[in-house]
C-alpha cells in the first residue's frame, strides 16, 4: 500500500506534505498493461486478482495502482477479476543510472540487501564472487536470483517505485569492470577519504554511478590493485567498520541524500 501526498503552501510560503490517500499497489508483468489506456477495461491476471482480493482482502469499487515496473504505471476501479481504468502513468527512465555491486553472502543477508537498495532507489543490483566470498552458491544461482527478483519487484511495490531495478550475477570482477561508469566508489574502512567529500558535484554530474562492496573479509589487494588502476575513488563511509550488509545500504543512504539536497 502507497500513501500519496499533496504539496499544500502554508503562510510562511513554505510547503506542507499532506497525507490525502492511500492506495493498494500490484506489480504486473509488462506486456499485460501495454494496451491499457484511460476507461478501459483489464482483465486482471490470477496471481494479481489473488494478492488483491484474496490476501488483501479489498471489495469491489476500490481503487488499486498495477505497474509493470518498467516505468508504466495504471490507477483504477477494481471490478472482480477486472480493473477499470481510470489514470495512465509513464514515467521517463532515471537520468541517473546507480548500481550496487556486492560481493556474494548467505542468501539472507542478500535478500536485506536488494530490499533495502530497492528502497533507496538503486537501477540494478551486480552480485559477483570475490576472492574472500565464502559462499559457494553458484550452481544453484539462477533459481536464487529468480527469488532476488521477485524481492526487488516486491520492494519496488511497498516502496512505491514506478521501476524494479535488475538483479544479475557476474561470474567476476574483471567482467564488471569491462563496463565503465561515471564515478566509481569503493567502500574501504581504511580510506582516509570519506563518501561526503567525493559526492555533491561529482555525483550531480555523473549519468552512471557504481558503488562496490566486498564481502566480510574485504577486498583482496589484487582487487584494490585493480580499483587503483582504475583510478576509483575508495571512500571511507562511516566512523567504524560495517558489516557487508550494512555497508552498501549505507553507500546508498548518503547517495540519497545528497540528491536531495
Known sequence: M????SKIPSRKGKQNMKLFH???RAYIQPNKLR????????????EVCHRLQRVLRLKDGEEVELFDGAGLCIRGT???QVLFVGQVEHHPQPLRKLTLVQALIALDKLEEVIQRATELAVDEIILVRLERSQIHFE???RSKLERLQ???QDASRQSGRAFVPEVLSIPNLIQVLSH?????LVADPSSLTTI?????????????VRIFVGPEGGFSKAEIQLFEEQAFERVKIAPFILRTETAGIAMLAQIAAALLK
Open 2 to 5: 502507497i500513501a500519496y501526498v
Open 22 to 24: 492511500f492506495m493498494h
Open 35 to 46: 494496451l491499457a489506456n484511460p476507461a478501459s477495461r483489464l482483465e486482471l491476471p490470477e
Open 78 to 80: 477494481l471490478q472482480a
Open 139 to 141: 550452481s544453484k544461482l
Open 150 to 152: 521477485r524481492i526487488a
Open 180 to 184: 565503465k561508469a561515471d564515478l566509481n
Open 196 to 208: 561526503q567529500s567525493v559526492l555533491g558535484k561529482k555525483l550531480l554530474e555523473s549519468e552512471r
